[in-house]
C-alpha cells in the first residue's frame, strides 16, 4: 500500500494550526469555542456540521480573513487559495482571464500569467474553453475555472468553502475525483468544507465533525484509505463503517 505524495514531497510541516480557538462576533454571536484542529502539508482535512455552526468563520480564520477572539490561529504560510461555494468569477472575463486574474493582482507578467493560466486550465480539465465567457459554462466548470484561479497561486493550504454543495451529485463526484488527483499532485494541505457525509469521508485523510452553534469539535474520525480514491471504495462496508460514524456523532451532536 502506497499513501501517495507522501514519501517524496515535504510531508508534514504544520500549515495551518488552530489552538483552542474561540470567535465572538461584534453583537455577541458565540460562532466558535475551543477548536483544535490542524492541517499539515499532505493532510485533506474535511469539516462537516449543521448551517451556522461555525464552519465558514473557521475558514475565513484560516485565511485571516476575519481575527480569533480567543485562543490562536496560526497560518505558517502566505500562499494560501480559497475556493468558494459560489464560483465568484467576474462575467465580463473570459476564462482564460479569470483565472489569470490572481497573477494580475500580484503584479506578474502578461507572459508569466499567460503560462500559468494555461496550466492551471490544463489541470482541471478546461482547456478548449480558454476564450469562453462564464455564463456560457455548466456550474461544474466554473468551478473548476475557479479552483484554476486558485491554482495559480500554487497554495501551500488550500480552503474549500463547500464547492461543490450547488452542483448535481454525478458532477460531484467528478470533481471530488479532479480534486483528489490534484491533491495528489500538488501536495497542499486541504481544509475542506462540506455538508455531505459521504463527500466529507471520500475527501479526507480526516473528517473533523462540529456540533451546532457555537461550533466545537465532537469527534475525529482518521480516514485510512489510499490516495487518490479509488471511486469503488463508497460501496466498501470500510468505507460506509466510516460514513455511519461521521453520521452518528452529527446526530448526536443535534440531538
Ligand atoms: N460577519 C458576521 N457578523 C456577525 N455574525 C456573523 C458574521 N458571520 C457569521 N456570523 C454568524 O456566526 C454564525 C456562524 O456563521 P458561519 O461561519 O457562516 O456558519 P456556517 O458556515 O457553518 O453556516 C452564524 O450564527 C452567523 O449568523
Ligand atoms: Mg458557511
Redesign the pocket.
Known amino acids: 500500500m502506497t499513501t501517495v505524495a507522501l514519501e517524496d514531497r515535504r510531508v508534514g510541516e504544520v500549515l495551518v494550526d488552530f489552538r483552542d480557538v474561540g470567535m465572538t462576533?461584534?453583537?455577541g454571536?458565540l460562532?466558535l469555542e475551543h477548536i483544535d484542529v490542524t492541517v499539515r502539508r499532505g493532510e485533506f482535512v474535511t469539516v462537516v456540521?449543521?448551517?451556522?455552526?461555525?464552519?465558514?468563520?473557521?475558514l475565513?480564520i484560516a485565511a485571516g480573513l476575519?481575527r480569533e477572539t480567543a485562543g490562536e490561529c496560526d497560518t505558517r504560510t502566505d500562499r494560501v487559495g480559497f475556493v468558494f461555494q459560489d464560483a465568484t468569477l467576474l462575467p465580463w472575463r473570459s476564462v482564460q482571464q479569470n483565472v489569470e486574474l490572481l497573477a494580475e493582482l500580484n503584479g506578474r507578467s502578461r507572459a508569466e500569467r499567460a503560462v500559468t493560466a494555461r496550466e492551471a486550465i490544463d489541470l482541471v480539465g478546461l482547456s478548449g474553453f480558454e476564450k469562453s465567457m462564464p455564463r456560457e459554462l455548466s456550474g461544474g466548470m466554473r468551478m473548476r475555472a475557479s479552483l484554476a484561479r486558485s491554482l495559480t497561486l500554487d497554495p501551500d493550504l488550500f480552503l474549500f468553502?463547500e464547492p461543490f454543495g450547488a452542483l448535481d451529485e454525478i458532477t460531484r463526484q467528478r470533481l471530488n475525483d479532479e480534486l483528489l488527483r490534484l491533491f495528489v499532485a500538488k501536495g497542499f494541505g486541504g481544509l475542506f468544507?462540506t455538508h455531505s457525509v459521504a463527500e466529507a469521508v471520500y475527501l479526507s485523510t480526516r473528517v473533523v465533525v462540529m456540533s451546532g452553534?457555537p461550533?466545537h469539535v465532537v469527534d475525529v474520525v482518521d480516514v485510512p484509505f489510499d490516495m487518490p480514491r479509488d471511486p469503488d471504495i463508497r460501496y466498501t462496508p470500510e468505507f460506509g463503517d466510516l460514513v455511519g460514524r461521521v453520521s452518528h456523532s452529527l446526530k448526536e451532536a443535534h440531538a
Request: hydrophobic share 15%; proline share 5%.
Open positions: 462576533y461584534q453583537g454571536t460562532a456540521g449543521p448551517s451556522g455552526c461555525g464552519k465558514s468563520t473557521l475565513r476575519e468553502d468544507i452553534r461550533g
